[in-house]
T-cell receptor
Framework: SAVISQKPSRDICQRGTSLTIQCQVD?????MFWYRQQPGQSLTLIAT?????????ESGFVIDKFPISRPNLTFSTLTVSNMSPEDSSIYLC??????????FGSGTRLTVV | AQKITQTQPGMFVQEKEAVTLDCTYD???????LFWYKQPSSGEMIFLIY??????QNATEGRYSLNFQKARKSANLVISASQLGDSAMYFC??????????FGSGTKLNVKP
C-alpha cells in the first residue's frame, strides 16, 4: 500500500491566521481525500482532490475556508483559512489502497488559540 | 440512517483476554467492504483488517479477526490475547464500491494490566 508523508504533525496557531498542511504520496494516485476529526469525534470527509480539477467538497465545507491544491498525482495541500478555535482538530489526508481501504497520513494536530 | 453504528463508546479488557468490538452497518449495495482501523493517542489511523461483502470466510490478521454476519449486517472485531499496546480508539468503516468511506463513531478500548 502507499506511504504518505504528512506535515506538519502538529501546530498551535493564532485565530485569524491560516495553516497549510501538505501530503506527499510515494506513488501516483488519482484521488486524495482530506478528513477532519474534531476532539472525541469520528472522521468527517472534507473534500476529494483530483489532479487537474477542482476539489469536490462535502456538505458543510467550502473552498474559501478549506482551499485545496493538487498540482500532481503525488502531492496535495489543504489550507485551513481564517482559523478560529472551532477549527482545532486532527486533519488527515488519505488515499485509496484497494482492499486495505484507505492509507492515512500521520495526521496534523491543530490547536487554534 | 447511520451507515455505520458502533454502540460501545468505551470498553475495558484485562490483559491477555479476548475482546469483541461491535459494529453494524447499513447498505443496500450488494458490493461493499468493511474495515477496522486503530487510532492510538498519536492520532494516526492504522489499518487492521478488511472483509469483502462476497467473502465466504471471516477475515483474520494475526490477533485480529472479523466476525462477519452478513444477514445481521454486523462486522464485529475480535482481538485475542489483548496487549497493553492495544489501548486505542477503534473505528469500523464501510465502503460502497470504494467510492466513499463511512466511519463509525469509534470505541475507546482500555487494556488493564
Amino acid at each position: 500500500s502507499a506511504v504518505i508523508s504528512q506535515k506538519p504533525s502538529r501546530d498551535i496557531c493564532q485565530r485569524g491566521t491560516s495553516l497549510t498542511i501538505q501530503c506527499q504520496v510515494d506513488s501516483q494516485v488519482t484521488m486524495m481525500f482530506w478528513y477532519r476529526q474534531q476532539p472525541g469525534q469520528s472522521l468527517t470527509l472534507i473534500a476529494t482532490a483530483n489532479q487537474g480539477s477542482e476539489a469536490t467538497y462535502e456538505s458543510g465545507f467550502v473552498i474559501d475556508k478549506f482551499p485545496i491544491s493538487r498540482p500532481n498525482l503525488t502531492f496535495s495541500t489543504l489550507t485551513v483559512s481564517n482559523m478560529s478555535p472551532e477549527d482545532s482538530s486532527i486533519y488527515l489526508c488519505s488515499v485509496g489502497s484497494g482492499n486495505y481501504g484507505y492509507t492515512f497520513g500521520s495526521g496534523t494536530r491543530l490547536t487554534v488559540v | 440512517a447511520q451507515k455505520i453504528t458502533q454502540t460501545q463508546p468505551g470498553m475495558f479488557v484485562q490483559e491477555k483476554e479476548a475482546v469483541t468490538l461491535d459494529c453494524t452497518y447499513d447498505t443496500s449495495d450488494p458490493s461493499y467492504g468493511l474495515f477496522w482501523y486503530k487510532q492510538p493517542s498519536s492520532g494516526e489511523m492504522i489499518f487492521l483488517i478488511y472483509q469483502g461483502s462476497y467473502d465466504q470466510q471471516n477475515a483474520t490478521e494475526g490477533r485480529y479477526s472479523l466476525n462477519f454476519q452478513k444477514a445481521r449486517k454486523s462486522a464485529n472485531l475480535v482481538i485475542s490475547a489483548s496487549q497493553l499496546g492495544d489501548s486505542a480508539m477503534y473505528f469500523c468503516a464501510m465502503s460502497e464500491n470504494f467510492n466513499k468511506f463511512y466511519f463509525g463513531s469509534g470505541t475507546k478500548l482500555n487494556v488493564k494490566p
